[in-house]
């Protein structure tokens, strides 16, 4: 009598590795576009945030903040503000959030294409861009 062994042959082996791989190949193809939509959503969510606080800001002082004073406006009063007493307590924004690329968000004031405009560059931190490169901005 021969003893039978228990146990995955190397062909039984070999069919479930390659389906476990075409499995995942599925998930990735459908899960990267997804990371890089929400990546350009974050940053539109996060452009209407700090939109919003520009707004408070120009209520309170009458004139959103100069370009050389920058979004820092929206945290901390300028140096050059002409009524300090009417800055809110606290600031307009707790913290001015980086892009979902690491990068600072860019303001301009006035712009070109909106009075001020709040904007990413993009994927790559380039101006211009096409698809995940493309700037993201409040106009």
Do not use: C, H
């Not at 929400?38 to 939109?51: Q, T, Y």
């Not at 979004?71 to 707790?94: E, H, K, N, V």
């Amino acid at each position: 009598m021969t003893k039978r062994k228990n146990g995955f042959t190397l062909l039984e082996l070999m069919v479930v590795i390659v389906i476990i791989g075409l499995l995942s190949t599925v998930v990735v193809l459908n899960v990267l576009p997804s990371r890089d939509q929400a990546l350009v959503e974050k940053a539109r969510a996060d452009i209407a945030l700090i939109e919003q606080a520009l707004d408070l800001y120009r209520l309170d002082n009458l004139t959103y903040p100069s370009a050389a004073d920058g979004l820092a406006a929206l945290t901390a009063p300028p140096a050059g503000l002409a009524d300090a007493s009417r800055y809110r307590p606290g600031g307009y924004i707790r913290r001015l959030p980086d892009d979902p690329w690491g990068n600072p968000y860019q303001y301009a004031n006035p712009g070109t294409r909106a009075p001020v405009e709040i904007y990413s560059l993009g994927a790559d931190g380039q101006p211009g861009g096409e698809d995940d490169n493309e700037d993201i901005g409040n106009w």
